[in-house]
């Protein structure tokens, strides 16, 4: 977190409207990830992050899942946005209870530093919990030093399980 203020951001709810000006803090992360893991990350094309904002694809991982956007917007600037949905576990040794999973969460470049994410966060987790989560979970990159200091010691966040890849 940078030593500045706090931005003062309105945080509401995405509508299709919204799909060209989310598209900067999507692309600005998708640049970071792929200079972390360039293997398995790669800066997608303008127009198919636009398509999947504006036509609601974001959220359609399980389309019987209810999913939320929303948007961090500085005067007409989005600089941020964060994708969420309710999620249940299909292991059977789990308890059974909802969760409000973070999908995506995105900050533009230059507004990073600035609390923004924070808001954007504590957000979805309120509406998960107005929609009966007991947990929130997220994922996050390995390598992603500066968001694994975001999530677990400024928002909370711990390691429940993890994830292992090998390449086939």
Known sequence: MSDTSPLVVTIRQATPDDAERIVRAYLD???QHARLDPER???PDVQTVV???REGRQHAHDTSAEGVTFVAELGREIV???DARLDRS????HREMTYCHIVEIAVTAARQGHGVGAQLLRAAEDWGRAHGATFASLEYLAANARASDFYQRRMGYHAAAITAIKKL
Request: overall charge negative; charged content about 20%; glycine content about 6%.
């Open 51 to 53: 398509a999947r904002y």
């Open 29 to 31: 992360s998708a640049e």
């Open 80 to 82: 941020g946005f964060v």
């Open 90 to 93: 299909p292991d059977a040794m």
């Open 41 to 43: 990350y790669a800066v």
